[in-house]
């Protein structure tokens, strides 16, 4: 059988994959978004295709339940809670990582049949306020530029982007062109000196929440400068245009210099923008500069929302936030309110916006929320003041979770679990950051008994007695449906119009390529927009919690290159854990108090607190830290950071500000600091601190640190792995709190457990992983292990080339034998000559590691 067309499933570059039904992956060289390119998390895929920890069948409190039984329970949870609480104490919350089918199903039952506004999605903590900014400025939510304007720019700003980790395959595409253009400029504008910054010609390591105040002194350079708009509120714009930045000022005066000088100026603003308590007003503050110099929807021109999760767009196509209706129609509109009624043949819709996220899930803790239906989202971990939405969570009487894994946080929390389709199973469309509509396609047979979450959805609409308006065969009918109903909004002017689509046969939608909206007639392409725009006046507001003496650093959080989000497929991908093994906090060294790289520290906000490694990174500016998002209950209980980050929300698009909560850093005392390798994962708790972390087909390293006395430790432990017929090799000195022990059966290496008061007292992880590879331990290595001879070291390397597995320190070390260009290191190493993800990290060591001269 040959390959089939698909799409990758991790984030919104939407990059096409060609798959084979034995899980053989590979760029697909005509999808437009990535022209045969995948990065790591692509190119790893077909690893996550049987991963552990899939859910395979519905459970009820707990137990196995067939279909029937589960969805009989749905249905009957929401039946009782509209019949308690009405409408509004009922509640789906949903995410960017359905497909657009899954996804109008979903907004089609809470909108249309049970009435109530209360749908969101996580996009909520996404692209809210991106959205909210392009409706302010355009009227609708639209992104007006395409992917190419990065390469056809003279200058790209990355506003709060890390583009190099987090799209990489756009970053790959505008490293080309770079290359190919030498005088094209990237400007990155960051807190934090990130991967995306190798090779800009400017970072601006702006305070976090500054962005509004830097574009509001651009806006006023701009004007000075002599640009004039047409367009309404300028002055007002102008007048409020306030606020300080604290840059260097000659960095300042280089930005505003090239942005006035560059007619071909692309700004492309992600998380650091949108996850703000001004997001929305950053987004607004860099539309504002570039309709005042005419740059919107140019070729190589335009503010560029990029978006975060596969389907992020399609979730905005339909409606499936709360204070939105399908279709980019509006409440505020009311003929368009009374369309949408007509159009789905229901009494019942919606009077109005609905709970956004944060408002939703605190109804829910005060027990307003009678049913809430979670899909394909883990708000136990992503969403802020975490520890708060557990207990809302665990409020909701009728709690239903639709998920691919049974190994989530949320799941376990869920009364009702319902098995969804995983990639490569599931069949529909998803639309990426330059709508670009593309189809997910199944290659492989379902799991279990997992089925489609529309399908789910349509079944217990059916069993409260909507059946009629959820009798879809598939998700073409679906996708014919939604088409046809963005069309509802004619002859009001709409970009967002895809009724050219709406009687595609089945067989079209089955070989539909990639097609970029509005398609307002069959056959069409869309492509940049140029909306009518108006200037918002975006006034300087600080963060909604400031730092203070007791709380003096801002917590940022983000994304690590090789994780997707809550770890529920990446984390189980051995080569992946590789790049960034342990949960850390980065900070710079001045800040640090005195704990040492690589200890455990303590991040405690008046929210919560974790606890993580320390890594001293002399590239964040003083006064932050940055944690990634990552770490759940089932690889690091204790390093889940969203229990600290705070709540605070922006006041329009209400999206949270993940990013900046005001924290202190304590020592995190521990009687010991150990880890253990073991051919079986032992879970996650272990001990007062536990990191888990899957290092091959059958090993686990197991990180630890605890309170108890190390002895004690070291006997649990011990039992923990003993097996029959497996004897122990040991080496202790209690009073120097060492504890080694090494289990082995017939020479064969089984597990191997070190305790040591302090993390830079241990050996050497890889070697002793290397040594799990042997058939059997020859005795100059059993006498090292012993003594720790050969053991003793610096920490294990980063694994930076996931394609070919070569360490930070193999690089350096061909660095240093005279390898001076990432050409010569990929000769000699082979790192970098795969997906190229590793690339900027491979030119970042170029020009940190000393070169020989030549002699
Ligand atoms: N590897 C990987 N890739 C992903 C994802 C993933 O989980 N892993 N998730 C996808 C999703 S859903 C999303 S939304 C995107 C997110 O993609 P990005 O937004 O690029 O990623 P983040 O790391 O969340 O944040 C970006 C940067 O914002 C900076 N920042 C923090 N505060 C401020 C500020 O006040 N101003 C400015 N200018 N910058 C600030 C942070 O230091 C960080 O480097 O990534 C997508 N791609
Ligand atoms: N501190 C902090 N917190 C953050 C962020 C941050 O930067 N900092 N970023 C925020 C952002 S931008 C985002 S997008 C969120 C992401 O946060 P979440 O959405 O909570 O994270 P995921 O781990 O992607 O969870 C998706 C779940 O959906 C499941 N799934 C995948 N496909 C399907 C499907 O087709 N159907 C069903 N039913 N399930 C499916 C997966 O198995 C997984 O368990 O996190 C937010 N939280
Ligand atoms: S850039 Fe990577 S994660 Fe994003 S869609 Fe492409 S292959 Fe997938
Ligand atoms: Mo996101």
Request: with cysteine.
């Amino acid at each position: 059988m040959g390959e089939i067309r698909t799409t990758c499933p991790y984030c919104g570059v939407g990059c096409g994959v060609l798959a084979a039904a034995d899980g053989t992956l590979r760029g697909d060289p005509e999808h437009p978004a990535n022209r045969g390119r995948l990065c790591s998390k692509g190119t790893t895929l077909g690893e996550t295709l049987d991963q552990p920890g899939r859910l395979l069948h519905p459970e009820v409190d707990g137990k196995c339940a067939s279909w029937e039984v589960a969805l009989d329970e749905v249905a009957e949870g929401f039946r009782k809670a509209l019949a308690e609480h009405g409408p509004q104490g009922t509640a789906l919350y949903v995410s960017g990582q359905l497909l657009t089918e899954d996804y109008y199903a979903a907004n089609k039952l809470a909108k249309g049949f049970l009435g109530t506004g209360n749908i969101d999605s996580n996009s909520r903590l996404c692209m809210a306020s991106a959205v909210a900014g392009h409706r302010r400025a355009f009227g609708e939510d639209l992104v007006p530029g395409i992917y190419e304007d990065l390469e056809l720019a003279d200058l790209v700003v990355l506003v709060g982007s890390n583009l190099a980790w987090c799209h990489p395959v756009l970053f790959q595409r505008l490293q080309a062109a770079r290359a190919a253009r030498p005088s094209m400029r990237l400007v990155v504008i960051d807190p934090r000196r990130t991967t995306s910054c190798e090779g800009a010609d400017l970072h601006l390591p702006i305070a976090p929440g500054g962005d509004v105040a830097l574009f509001n002194i651009l806006l006023r350079h701009l004007h000075v400068r002599g640009f004039r708009s047409e367009a309404p509120g300028l002055d007002t714009a102008l007048a409020a245009a306030d606020g300080e930045t604290g840059l260097d000022p000659a960095l300042l005066a280089t930005f505003l210099d090239w942005f006035a000088t560059t007619p071909r100026t692309v700004t492309l603003f992600s998380q650091g923008a949108n996850q703000s308590s001004a997001g929305t007003d950053k987004a607004n503050a860099i539309i504002n500069c570039h309709l005042l110099t005419g740059r919107i929807g140019q070729p190589g021109a335009g503010p560029f929302s990029i978006t975060g999760q596969p389907n992020a767009m399609g979730g905005r196509e339909v409606g499936a936030l709360s204070n939105m209706l399908a279709g980019h129609l509006d409440w505020d509109r009311p003929a368009e309110a009374e369309a949408l009624r007509g159009y789905w043949q229901t009494p019942n819709l919606a009077a109005g916006p609905g709970l956004k996220a944060l408002d939703l899930f605190r109804a829910a803790g005060e027990g307003r929320i009678g049913a809430l239906w979670v899909m394909a989202t883990n708000p136990a971990v992503s969403l802020p003041d975490a520890g708060r939405i557990r207990e809302a969570l665990r409020r909701t009487p009728c709690l239903v979770a639709s998920d691919c894994t049974r190994e989530s946080d949320t799941v376990d929390l869920a009364r009702i679990r319902l098995p969804a389709l995983g990639w490569g199973e599931k069949d529909g469309t998803v639309t990426n950051s330059e709508r670009v509509i593309s189809r997910q396609r199944a290659f492989r047979p379902a799991l279990g008994e997992a089925r489609p979450d529309w399908w789910a959805i349509a079944q217990v609409a059916a069993r409260l007695g909507w059946g009629d308006a959820f009798a879809w065969a598939g998700p073409s009918a679906i996708f014919r449906e939604h088409a046809a109903l963005t069309g509802l909004a004619r002859p009001a002017a709409r970009a967002f119009d895809i009724s050219g689509l709406a009687d595609l046969s089945d067989a079209e939608y089955a070989a539909m390529p990639p097609t970029r909206w509005p398609v307002v007639r069959r056959g069409e392409q869309g492509g940049r927009l140029s909306p009518p725009a108006r200037f918002v006046p975006t006034p300087y507001r600080p963060p909604a919690n400031a730092p203070s003496p007791a709380y003096p650093l801002v917590l940022l959080t983000g994304r690590l290159r090789d994780q997707w989000h809550t770890m529920t497929r990446t984390g189980s991908v051995p080569r992946l854990m590789a790049h960034s093994p342990e949960p850390a906090a980065a900070i710079h060294p001045a800040d640090a108090a005195g704990l040492a790289d690589g200890s455990l520290a303590r991040i405690e906000s008046p929210w919560g607190e974790a606890t993580l490694r320390l890594r001293h990174d002399p590239g964040l500016a003083r006064g932050g830290i940055f944690v990634p998002m990552h770490w759940t209950s089932r690889f690091a209980p204790s390093a889940r950071i969203n229990a600290s980050v705070n709540p605070a929300v922006d006041p329009i698009s209400g999206q949270p500000e993940l990013k900046h909560t005001p924290v202190r850093l304590l020592p995190a005392p521990m009687a010991w600091h150990g880890f253990l390798l073991a051919r079986r994962s032992l879970g996650a708790d272990l001990a007062d601190w536990t990191a888990l972390i899957p290092v091959g087909a059958a090993l686990w390293r197991h990180e630890l640190a605890g309170t108890e006395p190390p002895a004690e430790a070291f006997a649990r432990l011990r039992a923990l792995v003993e097996e029959p017929e497996a004897a122990w090799v040991l080496l202790e000195d209690p009073a120097a709190g060492l504890h080694r022990a090494a289990l082995l059966r017939d020479g064969r290496l089984l597990a191997c457990l070190f305790l040591a008061p302090d993390p830079a007292a241990l050996p050497r992880r890889d070697w002793l992983i290397f040594l799990f590879a042997e058939a059997a331990i020859g005795s100059a290595a059993r006498r090292a292990l012993l003594a720790g001879a050969l053991a003793e070291g610096p920490a294990p390397s980063p694994t930076l080339c996931v394609c070919h597995g070569v360490t930070e320190a193999v690089i350096c070390a061909s660095i240093a034998r005279g390898a001076n260009t990432p050409a010569l290191v990929g000769e000699a190493t082979r790192a970098g000559t795969g997906c190229g993800s590793c690339r900027p990290e491979i030119a970042a060591l170029l020009t940190k590691t000393p070169v020989p001269e030549p002699a």
